[in-house]
């Protein structure tokens, strides 16, 4: 079997978990084998043909098997297709006495990872033995990022379907909702003129005015959710939508609008972008000043990084909880109190962003505070034009 004055390797540290399985139907060899591979630190099981290796296989499967070509009544040349169907991640390798590039061409087609002539040294064994033990570990890792790719599609279509589901639900309740929330507001606004010098009757209906006002905020939102965000796109200027979503903050919140900082880097001020960042601004503005009142400041900066178009905001609230953080897109999912929110703001952010070619990403620095970026493609919104800082 082999020229017994070659030495052995000295033994390192035995793989991790490393195990092999040797076939042969002739007690010598295989014991050759097993002592060879026990002293470099392998985990060793014997079987005498095929069929046997198949139930080991089965029962505690090896990183790396070993097999004579021919054996009876099942040869390793079955063995090879048996393997290939039932376990794909065994790497096999053939050994034969009777080895021609014809036969090891075949058998190679066949699955086996390398096949070896006898009689064999034990350091070439060991050589191919170690080599495929590092191409089942880069099988085994593969199959890990396949599982994990094929997880986060199927995690992804569950959504998409959850979102299409949720946008059918809300565009029919608005529909629903919309006529006779429009006729109660005008009769509200008819009774409102006629009861001015009621004070009473003026503060209920003032309260039933707010109170509709909301609904139809609400409504509206819930259409906007339902169609896709199918709002203007005509192209402005980013500083313009920036100043003009940085003002409406500041008229709707009146004396406890916050300081809102826009930094914008003069070499992308005039890049144009859709109408309908407006909204996204202003959704991302709203969530910033709720997380962090009216005192500290709000930063809205935007740059390029690379070839993108970064347009950050930023606050300096207390951040958002890990166990919140992966939830914070889900449509009506909101930690704010009761008649602040309708969870729909950053969903319908999100897919405006989508829809304008870029991504939408929350990070909570270790520092504190919350940074709301999106990220736009430059080739789609002319920054080629733009040169990059040195």
Request: proline share 7%; aromatic share 4%.
């Amino acid at each position: 079997m082999s020229d017994t004055s070659d030495p052995l390797p000295p033994a390192g540290p035995p793989p991790a978990g490393a195990h092999v399985l040797v076939v042969d139907d002739k007690d010598v060899v295989r014991e050759f084998l097993r002592d060879v591979l026990e002293m470099a630190g392998y985990r060793v099981t014997l079987v005498a043909d095929g069929a046997e290796a198949l139930t080991a296989c089965a029962q505690d499967p090896p990183q790396v098997l070993l097999s004579d070509y021919r054996m009876q009544p099942f040869d390793g040349r079955r063995l090879l297709h048996e393997l290939k169907d039932r376990h794909p991640a065994i790497v096999p390798i053939v050994l034969t006495g009777y080895g021609t590039v014809e036969r090891t061409v075949e058998l190679m087609r066949l699955g086996a990872f390398d096949v070896l002539a006898k009689p064999c040294r034990a350091t070439e064994i060991l050589a191919t033995v170690e080599k495929a033990l590092e191409h089942h570990r880069a099988l085994d890792a593969n199959q890990d990022l396949r599982r994990r790719l094929e997880a986060q599609e199927t995690k992804r279509q569950q959504v998409q379907e959850k979102l299409a589901m949720i946008g059918k639900l809300a565009a029919g309740v608005a529909h629903e909702l919309n006529n006779p929330l429009d006729a109660v507001l005008r009769c509200v606004r008819l009774c409102r003129e006629r009861v001015a010098t009621d004070a009473d009757a003026s503060e209920y209906l003032d309260l039933a005015h707010a109170g509709l006002l909301r609904m139809a905020d609400i409504v509206q939102s819930l259409l906007t959710f339902s169609r896709n965000a199918a709002v203007e796109q005509a192209p402005q200027a980013l500083s313009a939508l920036v100043e003009e979503a940085v003002l409406g903050m500041a008229l709707a919140l009146g004396d406890q609008a916050p300081p809102m900082q826009p930094e914008i880097d003069p070499r992308v001020a005039q890049v144009p972008l859709p109408r309908g960042m407006h909204q996204v601004l202003a959704n991302l503005l709203r969530n910033a000043f709720d997380a962090a009142g009216s005192e500290r400041p709000i930063r809205v900066v935007a740059r390029r990084h690379g070839d993108r178009l970064l347009i950050e905001v930023i606050d300096q609230g207390s951040g958002i909880a890990p166990d919140v953080l992966p939830r914070v897109f889900e449509p009506f999912f909101t930690t704010k109190e009761p008649g602040r929110g309708t969870g729909l703001g950053l969903p319908i952010s999100a897919r405006l962003v989508e829809r304008f070619g870029g991504t939408l990403r929350i990070d909570c620095p270790s520092s504190g505070g919350t940074v709301v970026t999106v990220s736009l493609p430059g080739e789609r919104y002319a920054l080629d034009t733009v040169k990059e800082a040195v």
